[in-house]
Every structure is written in structure tokens, then in C-alpha cells.
């Protein structure tokens, strides 16, 4: 018998040519279906209130105002996503950004000019305070995730009464009364004209977005083929590159089509003798501090959660908490972790939320909770645990913050979105249920 | 009670009489008041499977938990190659070179096949982030070796049928140079082909020399490919019989009644043969 | 954890929810400085109100000024004369407070002065009380039934207030009207009758102001912007969006009524982050925050209703009460209360109520506060002038004289 190492080798026949359905195509780029449609929905979302509105909705100015409103709850979702996958919960954030809060205002206020003798210009005062206030965010997730992970505690019952108790410990803090008067750079942080990167600061990030996108893809062909993987097709290749780099230029340009008032353009070209040209001084504002932070954190997180062991020892532990012991995973420093992470992340949307107040009330934060929440399970977290992505949290909060601010623009007032919010989460949960069921 | 002496082994796989490669004795167990596992002494030899057989809740799962470090022994000693050690977690199990694969897989049913062979244990690379496709290509790799077919290294393990599922928990407990296996029931929830795929993979590990435990419900199964069979009733060990010198018939008569088959009454003897 | 430990926690759990009803008669001492020694109460205490135990249902407690003013007011006119207060804080729900109210009555009120968190909601704890035989005082806020004594401001006189200042400094142009949360009928129907007894129907129906902010025909319940639960944060984001319209739209903002302090804070906020510019805006409650804000041109008028006399007013009707007084001739001692507050008639008055009823009230006075007599807030004692004149540039001829 022949021996086919031997044989000549055979020309290897081509496939017959099958008419490759559209699916199919689709599946070639390894694109996440839910994400794109949860994409495909954010835009729908908005055209409908532009044509609501009468065609005023879609401006740049507006796009940011929806952006830095949504950008607390968006930060704060990154980490849900990690608690709830690991089978948790955490309704204290909302508490947990306010005492934060108020902390940050009592601190530049108070405290530091008065007993610790900082005066308004000791150098990186604001600093200080957000590195205390992040701190204490540490601190509170820290107390609540030793609670749970060690005492075995359940995290609904223990961040429940983190809820209540904390919101109650701001009152002690200005006996209910509004605190005012940040520091200037603090405020930054809450965006608006001066609190934006600037133009040539928004170019920037997205050169150096788009290069990040290029060497990604480059990089990971690169490990493909290094291993003898299959490798994507070059057109889907292209078209995600060209996907990526489009949306990065285009956040880019909306962002710098937002120009400075004309009555601070104006004094700023007083103030540099620099000259008024015919209609106005147009100064592009670009990116506000907000929309980078939350860049950044998303970022940040999505590297934590899908490249670091961490990440992927929470995601274990929710898709089978007896299989990650076996494994010999140290499970209980890993759900601990997970509080303390929410927790620095709840000190920085408080951050973005007394600098947009220069200033923090006792009810800052209030029902952050709940939105919190509905990102993450919007953007396709399950409470089944296991299942979850940050970039969908992240979505899923700007979905719901595009519904709420279209509503408030066309007059729908609080209630009628509230119930608008309600119905787009159930909506959103069942699509996921349903899809379960089909066995996708 | 006597241990029969091991039949002659192949020549190539073990030196005669070595220091076995798993001595467990006096072996205490207790569960919330419950004694699982009394008093209990067993060994294994390199390149030896040995059959632990017993009805339900005669705690077998609970003594191959104590030498995986799922639930730590309350007393008794644990030697592996003549050396005592203590195995309190999963961890120090895996470092001394014994892998499990439970009944019920212990796999991460949202994660790939990949990230479940390396759980706990992921390649990283220099900048301490995971390689994951290092580990796929290792996984790959040692997939040839389990089930040649096997496709679908990017799927959660959720999505695989049950054979492929335990070719990933056997890929896992291979792939890092297990001197000790401890499978428990790995051929229940498995077809005929499936199942003989299985046993040669056995039969390739004990011709390295690796010392398996095997706990089965299936006689037959235990009788083809072990070398001994212990037997458990009630949390105590009844016997261990060198396979060749016994027949099914004596194992179940010691798994039902608990005793060695010289031990039964004649009456005993009567009811068993019906 | 095994079932039986679960089951276990969740009533355990389910207690301490319930047991974190308030502060329960927490000590809170004053805002800002100590008061000035203008309010000594004068009733005469008799032997009578020595036993008089004053029940307080507090349904917000945590907003600043009950603990600053109202609670004070009330506390000290009652332990002058000898009585014993209680208190409990519903924290904005409904059920809690009637939990509250059995709760205070079971600990041996014998008046119940009650901050009602809804206007309806609140009856089943009022039958509860006048089953006992135990007075109610409507404290601030209305409550639908005959047999209430109703001590508030005049809202409809505060929304007055705001809206006279407000079309004083902007007689046309574009408006936005901020309100409060939509279950209180201070935000729904009181101030907004204030606002259009200044006149600001009037205006709108004949062109000459013109609401942003409407969300339907209706008036005046689709004209301006709820707030749900009063909250800064929801003001802050909805006057963004009012702002983002506006500027689409190409409408200027000429004027802004806000129906109160913690709501116009949000509208500052807004204003600031678009870098508007400051439109006169109107708040209420003197807020030491948004009186920071007056002084430094950002808020026009805050319509300022010394909680303190009220608190006082109604220590003095509770221990009157007790000792068995008829409400409709209850009558107030002259100079118990500053006379500039003080209502009309010191005796108590018929009030028609929105649901059909006729209770008896003490309705006293409320002071808009603009930069030119910011002064009275400081002799008050009601802020500092540190607070006050915050960031204020004394030398610029814009600063007001109170901070001079």
C-alpha cells in the first residue's frame, strides 16, 4: 500500500464557491454582534431626536453635554461590570460618591486652607485633595470588600447598608448645607469651555488613537501568524481599521467644532493681544476633561479585565466560583479587589461631579446606583455572572444618558423618562434572554 | 487486611518494588459530624492504575479530595515518593505533580478551552499580562494528543459537547506532567467511541509511568483497565484486590455488602446470588 | 451559603432597614454662629405645658435648613417652656413617616407638628393622630384635612416675591422656569400662583414673555422643567440641556425663575459650565450658598423665610395646644415673632385649601433678599459674613455694600 507521506502532492482543490451569506461575512471580521448593535441603536437613538427636535440635536455642543453628563455613571459602570460578573453587587456607589464629594469640597473649603494651613495657592492643593478623596473611595470599597469576600456577607445586604449608612454620615459633614468654592484646576475637571483639552490637544489624541488601532491590529495578525492561527482577511482587516480610525477622527471633529463664548474668546484675546478677526475669535474647545477621563478609564479597565490575570480570575470565578477555587485561585482576595477597584472609581466620578458643581450638596450622587446598573446590564452584563464586557457598560451608559438628555431636549418631562428608562432596560435584558434561548 | 501483590509489571515503565508513588495512611474525613472516610490506608505505584470502587457515599470523592487538596484529610498521613507533606489547598497538590479531573469537570463554562487548561496557572508575558495565544498553541498542541478533532479552541467550554468538555479537563490535567491522576468518573457522561478514547489515553499515561486513581460506578470499565481495585463501604477501605485475582462478581459483592467474599455467610452468599 | 444561613440574614436584614427610619431626635446644632439673643420666646410657660411632650414628623430632615432654623425655632420655644421635644425624619417616603407618627405617638406626643411628605399620603397617619385626640400642626407644607392647624409661609407669597423681582429686572424676553418636585404643592401649585399673581400668565398670554421651557399646552402644569425630589444635580443637568436648545434655537435666556435654593444651585452650575453669563435667577430658603451667590451677581433675588420665627411660631401654637386651647381662637403673642414676618391678623385665620377644605392658619411673611439689602441676612445672624461675601471682590464697584 502506498505510503501517503510519498505521494506527490496533490494540487489542493479549490472549495466550490459558495454564495457566502451575509452573516457569514460579518462573522469573518470577529466583530461582537451586541456591541455593534448596541452602536447601531446609539445612532438610531439620536437621529430620532434630531428629527423630534426639528433638526436641531445634532450639534457638537450638545453631543458634549450629553457626553460629560454621561461620563460619572460611565466611569462608575467599568466597574460594575467586574463585581456583577463575579455573581456581586454594589448598590453603595451612589453613597460612595457623594461622601467622596462632599470630602473634596470640605478639603479645598475647609479643611485644608483651616487646620492643615493650605492656603489657596499652596502648590497642588487640588491634587492632594483628589488623591485623599480617592483614598477614602479605596478605603469604603476596601471596608465593604473584606466584608464580603472574608465574612461572607452577601454584597446586597452589606453595600445596602453601605447605602444608607454612608448617605446618612454626609449629613454630619455641613449639617445638609451646600459646599461651595473649589479650586480653580479642580474644576477643570468638570469640563465645560475651559475645562476641555483644546484643539490641538484633541488632534493629538487622535493621532495617537488612531496609531494605537493600526498596531493593534498589526500586532495581533502578527501573533496569528506567529502561532499558525487563522488570520483574518485582509478586507476585514481594512474595514475595521478604517471603522476605528474614522470614529476616533470624527470624535475628534466633533469635539473641536465646539468653540470657546464669544465673550471668553474675546477676553483671552485681550488678554494675549491676539486679533479679533471678523465674526468672532473661534477658539475649538476639543475634548472636556470628562470624556478623557472616561477614555481613559474605560481604557484602562478593558485592559484589566481582558490581559491581566485578575481580570480573567474574575470572569473565572463568575462562570464557575468551585472551578476557580480548584484552580487554586485566591478567590476571595479577587472579590475584594473588585469593591476596592469600584470604589476609586466612584471617588473619581465624584470628582467630576463636585467640579461640575464647584461644590457638593447631600444629594450628590443619588440614584447613581440604579443607572449604574442599568449600563452595565444594558451593555450585556448578566447577573448569572460570568458574562459581561466593559466597552458594552460604557455603551450602555451613553445609550441611557442619550435617551434621558433627547427626552429633557424635547420637553418629555422626569417621569415620562423614567418610564422610558425602565421599558429600554427591560427591552434590553430580554433581547439578551432571547438570544440566550436561540443558543447563539 | 493483605494487599495483594502487583502483577509483573512491563519491564520498561517500573523498577521492582520502588517506594510507592502514593502512600495515604489512617486517612480521617468528617463532613459537618458525618465520618466520610475512617481510618483509611491506600497506595499507589508509579505506572499502576488503581480502581476505587463503592456505592453511593461510600466516600471515595471524599478521599481523592484530601489528596487534591479540595478538602483537606482531618488526620493521617500523606507521603508522595517517601516524602510526608501536608496538601491543604489545590495548589500545593498541583506543585507536587497530582492533577484531577473531577466529576464534574470544574471548568470555567465562560472561558475557552485554552483559559481553562491554564487556569489559575496563565502564561504571561514579560510585561505580566496574559499570553493568550501562547496558550493557545500549547493547548493545541496537547489536543493532538487527546482528541485529534478537536476544533473550537475560541468557544467557552459552554458550548462543547460533553466529550470535548472532558478532553479539556483531561488536556488540563496532562499538560502539566502529572505524575498523579485522579479521575473521577471520567467516562460517565461519554459514548463508546468516546470512551475508548479514554481508555487509551490510560493506557499511554501508565506506559509514562504516571499513577493513576480511578473512581468509577462501572465495573467492567475498572476491571479492563485497572491494575488493582479497592474497595469503599461506608467510609472505610473493604479490600484491595489485585485484578487478576478476582472476578466482578467478588468486587460487587464486597462494594454491596462490604465485606471481602471469604468474610460473607452462607446465607449471605445466597441472597447475593439471588 | 446554605439556605437556612440566608434565610436567616434577610429578616436581621430587613430590621435594620426598617430601624434606620431617621435620626430620631438627633441634636443638630445651629448653621453658622450662634443666634443673636433677638428671639428669646415670651409665652409664659404654665404649669400645664411642663408635661407637654412636641412631636416633630420631619420629612426631609437631611435638606439644611430644618436642622439650622426650623428645628431650633421649634425646640427651644418648647424646652423655654419647660415641654420636652421628639423628633423623627422620614427621609422623603411616605410610608416611613406614618411609621413615624405611630411611632411618635407611641413615645407620648401629645401634639404632633408635621412636615408632610405628600399632601394625601400623610391622612392615614392624621386619622391615626385624631383617633388619639392628639392636635396636628401642618407644619410648611399643606395637609388635606379640616382639622390641621396649617403654620407655613405664604407661598403663594414667596412665589410672588420671586416673580415681582424677577419682572422688575426683566419686564420681556425669554424665560425658563425651573421647578421642584412635582408630589409637592409648593412646586405644582402654590409658587407657580405666586408667579402668575406677579403677573406672569398676564405676560405670556399677551406676548410679551415667552417660555422656553414648556412641555405642553397646559398651564400651569406643562410650563417649565420638574425636579424630581428637589435634586441639584437633576436641575444641573436639565438646565444643560434647557441651555443646548436654547443656543440651538438661537433664543436667548433673558430671565430664570427657579422655585428654590437647591435648584437654582444647579442652574448656576449649568450656567457656568456653558460659560452662559448670569441671567437674573430667583430661588428661595437663603441657602448660605446661594446668598454667597447673590453677593456675587450670579443669583438676583432669594426670597428669604426666616425658619427660625416659623419654628417659633409653631413651638408656641404646640405648647397652646397642649394645654387644650381651641384652634380657631389660638392667638399669637405680639412680638414672638419679628413683625416684618408676622401674619396680618395675630389670631388665626381661615385658609381654603386646593382639595376643598378650610383649615385654620398662621400664614406669615417672606423677605426677598437682593444685593442691595443682604444686610438683613447678616444682623439675623442667619450666615457669617465669610460665608457670605465668599470670593467677593470688595474692591470692585459691582460688590454689594454688605460686604463692603
Known amino acids: 500500500m502506498t505510503n501517503l507521506a510519498d505521494a506527490p502532492p496533490q494540487a489542493v482543490s479549490a472549495p466550490p464557491r459558495q454564495r457566502r451569506s451575509f452573516r457569514d461575512l460579518v462573522l469573518q471580521t470577529e466583530i461582537n454582534f451586541r456591541l455593534f448593535g448596541m452602536l447601531v441603536a446609539l445612532a438610531v437613538i439620536l437621529l430620532v431626536f434630531h428629527v423630534w427636535s426639528g433638526g436641531t440635536f445634532l450639534r457638537p455642543e450638545n453631543m458634549l453635554s450629553l457626553a460629560v453628563q454621561a461620563s460619572g455613571i460611565a466611569v462608575i459602570s467599568t466597574g460594575m461590570v467586574l463585581v456583577i460578573v463575579s455573581r456581586n453587587i454594589d448598590l453603595s456607589v451612589g453613597s460612595i460618591v457623594g461622601i467622596v464629594a462632599m470630602t473634596y469640597a470640605v478639603l479645598m473649603t475647609d479643611v485644608m486652607p483651616g487646620l492643615l494651613g493650605m492656603a489657596g495657592d499652596f502648590p497642588f492643593r487640588w491634587l492632594i485633595a483628589l488623591g485623599l478623596g480617592m483614598g477614602l473611595g479605596l478605603a469604603v470599597g476596601a471596608l465593604q470588600g473584606f466584608i464580603i469576600a472574608y465574612i461572607g456577607v452577601p454584597s446586597f445586604i452589606v453595600t445596602l447598608g453601605g447605602l444608607l449608612s454612608i448617605r446618612g454620615a454626609i449629613w454630619y459633614f455641613s449639617r445638609g448645607a451646600a459646599v461651595s468654592g473649589l479650586d480653580e484646576d479642580f474644576q477643570l475637571i468638570g469640563g465645560g469651555a475651559e475645562g476641555s483639552i483644546g484643539g490641538t490637544a484633541t488632534w493629538v489624541v487622535a493621532v495617537l488613537g488612531s496609531a494605537a488601532i493600526l498596531a493593534l491590529l498589526y500586532y495581533n495578525r502578527r501573533q496569528r501568524r506567529r502561532y499558525g492561527f487563522p488570520l483574518r482577511p485582509i478586507w476585514a482587516e481594512t474595514l475595521l481599521a478604517s471603522l476605528g480610525v474614522l470614529f476616533v477622527w470624527g470624535l475628534a471633529w466633533v469635539a473641536n467644532r465646539n468653540f470657546w463664548p464669544r465673550g471668553l474668546a474675546e477676553a483671552y484675546a485681550r488678554a494675549n493681544n491676539i486679533p479679533i478677526p471678523e465674526g468672532g475669535l473661534l477658539i475649538p474647545a476639543g475634548l472636556p476633561y470628562p470624556v478623557v477621563i472616561v477614555i481613559a478609564v474605560a481604557l484602562l479597565m478593558t485592559w484589566i479585565a481582558t490581559r491581566r490575570r485578575f481580570g480573567r480570575y474574575v470572569y473565572a470565578y463568575g462562570g464557575n466560583p468551585e472551578a476557580a477555587e480548584l484552580a487554586g485561585i485566591n478567590t476571595r482576595w479577587t472579590i475584594m479587589k473588585t469593591f476596592m477597584l469600584i470604589g476609586i472609581l466612584c471617588a473619581i466620578a465624584g470628582a467630576i461631579a463636585a467640579a461640575r458643581l464647584n461644590g457638593a450638596t447631600l444629594d450628590i450622587g443619588v440614584s447613581y446606583e440604579l443607572y449604574v446598573i442599568a449600563a452595565a446590564v444594558v451593555g450585556g452584563t448578566s447577573f448569572a455572572g460570568g458574562i459581561g464586557t466593559i466597552p458594552g457598560a460604557v455603551l450602555g451608559a451613553f445609550v441611557m444618558q442619550a435617551i434621558a438628555y433627547g427626552l429633557s431636549y424635547v420637553g418629555v418631562n422626569s417621569p415620562g423618562q423614567n418610564v422610558v428608562a425602565g421599558i429600554v432596560l427591560i427591552l434590553a435584558v430580554g433581547f439578551d434572554a432571547w438570544n440566550r434561548r436561540r443558543g447563539t | ?274 | ?404
Open chain 3, 1 to 404: 451559603m446554605s439556605l437556612n444561613r440566608r434565610a436567616a440574614i434577610l429578616p436581621a436584614a430587613l430590621l435594620i432597614i426598617a430601624a434606620c427610619g431617621g435620626p430620631g431626635a438627633t441634636q443638630a446644632p445651629t448653621q453658622g454662629p450662634t443666634q443673636a439673643a433677638t428671639d428669646a420666646p415670651t409665652t409664659a410657660p404654665t404649669g400645664a405645658t411642663a408635661d407637654c411632650t412636641v412631636a416633630v414628623s420631619w420629612n426631609n430632615f437631611q435638606q439644611p435648613r430644618w436642622a439650622a432654623h426650623d428645628q431650633p425655632g421649634i425646640k427651644d420655644t418648647v424646652e423655654a417652656a419647660g415641654g420636652t421635644y421628639i423628633d423623627a425624619d422620614a427621609d422623603l417616603s411616605n410610608e416611613q413617616q406614618i411609621t413615624d407618627v405611630d411611632t411618635l405617638i407611641s413615645r407620648g406626643a401629645d401634639v404632633l407638628i408635621l412636615l408632610a411628605q405628600d399632601t394625601t399620603a400623610i391622612l392615614p397617619a392624621v386619622d391615626t393622630a385624631n383617633q388619639e385626640g392628639i392636635p396636628i400642626i401642618a407644619y410648611d407644607r399643606l395637609i388635606e384635612d379640616p382639622e390641621v392647624l396649617y403654620i407655613t409661609f405664604d407661598n403663594v407669597a414667596v412665589g410672588r416675591a420671586e416673580a415681582e423681582a424677577i419682572l422688575e429686572a426683566v419686564p420681556e424676553g425669554n424665560y425658563v422656569l425651573i421647578k421642584g418636585d412635582p408630589g409637592d404643592p409648593n412646586a405644582s401649585t402654590f409658587l407657580p400662583q405666586g408667579w402668575d399673581e406677579a403677573g406672569l400668565k398676564a405676560k405670556v398670554d399677551a406676548g410679551e414673555i415667552t417660555i422656553l421651557n414648556m412641555s405642553g399646552d397646559n398651564w400651569p402644569e406643562d410650563a417649565g422643567t420638574y425636579t424630581a425630589a428637589w435634586a441639584t444635580e437633576t436641575a444641573q443637568d436639565n438646565m444643560e440641556t434647557i441651555i443646548d436648545r436654547a443656543v440651538a434655537e438661537d433664543n436667548t435666556i433673558d430671565a430664570i425663575l427657579a422655585e428654590n435654593d437647591s435648584t437654582a444651585i444647579g442652574v448656576v452650575a449649568a450656567l457656568e459650565a456653558k460659560s452662559y453669563g448670569f441671567p437674573p435667577l430667583s430661588g428661595q430658603d437663603g441657602d448660605p450658598a446661594n446668598l454667597n451667590n447673590v453677593a456675587l451677581g450670579k443669583q438676583y433675588v432669594d426670597v428669604w423665610k426666616n425658619a427660625r420665627e416659623l419654628g417659633k411660631a409653631a413651638g408656641a401654637a404646640a405648647l397652646a395646644l397642649c394645654e387644650g386651647q381651641d384652634m380657631a381662637s389660638l392667638t399669637m403673642e405680639e412680638g414672638l415673632v419679628d413683625p416684618s414676618v408676622a401674619p396680618d391678623s395675630l389670631t388665626a385665620q381661615d385658609f381654603e385649601t386646593p382639595g376643598g377644605n378650610t383649615v385654620k392658619s398662621f400664614i406669615l411673611k417672606p423677605t426677598p433678599i437682593t444685593r442691595e439689602n443682604l444686610d438683613l441676612v447678616l444682623e439675623g445672624g442667619w450666615v457669617t459674613k465669610d460665608q457670605l461675601c465668599q470670593g467677593v471682590d470688595t474692591a470692585s464697584a459691582e460688590a454689594p455694600e454688605a460686604c463692603k
Open chain 2, 1 to 274: 487486611m493483605a494487599v495483594a501483590e502487583p502483577a509483573s509489571t512491563p519491564a520498561s515503565a517500573a523498577v521492582a518494588h520502588p517506594a510507592p508513588l502514593v502512600e495515604m495512611r489512617n486517612i480521617n474525613v468528617s463532613y459537618g459530624g458525618v465520618r466520610a472516610v475512617i481510618d483509611l490506608s491506600i497506595d499507589l505505584s508509579a505506572g499502576e492504575v488503581v480502581g476505587l470502587v463503592g456505592g453511593n457515599g461510600a466516600g471515595k470523592s471524599t478521599l481523592m479530595k484530601a489528596l487534591s487538596g479540595a478538602h483537606p484529610a482531618d488526620s493521617g498521613e500523606i507521603r508522595i515518593n517517601g516524602q510526608p507533606q501536608t496538601i491543604t489547598n489545590p495548589r500545593i497538590a498541583k506543585g507536587l505533580g497530582i492533577e484531577t479531573i473531577y466529576q464534574t469537570l470544574a471548568l470555567a463554562d465562560n472561558i475557552d478551552a485554552p483559559g481553562n487548561v491554564f487556569l489559575g496557572r496563565e502564561v504571561t508575558t514579560p510585561l505580566g499580562t496574559i499570553d493568550d495565544s501562547a496558550m493557545e498553541d500549547a493547548t493545541r498542541k496537547i489536543m493532538k494528543r487527546v482528541n485529534p478533532h478537536f476544533t473550537g479552541f475560541k468557544k467557552p467550554v459552554v458550548s462543547l459537547s460533553g466529550g470535548q468538555r472532558q478532553a479539556v479537563a483531561i488536556a488540563r490535567a496532562i499538560h502539566f506532567n502529572a505524575r498523579v491522576l485522579i479521575m473521577d468518573e471520567p467516562t460517565a457522561a461519554l459514548g463508546p467511541a468516546e470512551t475508548a478514547q479514554v481508555r487509551e489515553q490510560i493506557k499511554q499515561l501508565k506506559n509514562e509511568g504516571v499513577g493513576i486513581f480511578l473512581i468509577s460506578h462501572d465495573i467492567h470499565d475498572v476491571y479492563d483497565i485497572s491494575d488493582r481495585i479497592s474497595v469503599m463501604f461506608h467510609g472505610e477501605l473493604v479490600g484491595t484486590l489485585d485484578k487478576h485475582a478476582c472476578t466482578t462478581d467478588d468486587v460487587l459483592a464486597m462494594i454491596i455488602m462490604g465485606k471481602r467474599p471469604e468474610q460473607l455467610s452462607r446465607q449471605e452468599l445466597a441472597e447475593l446470588r439471588g
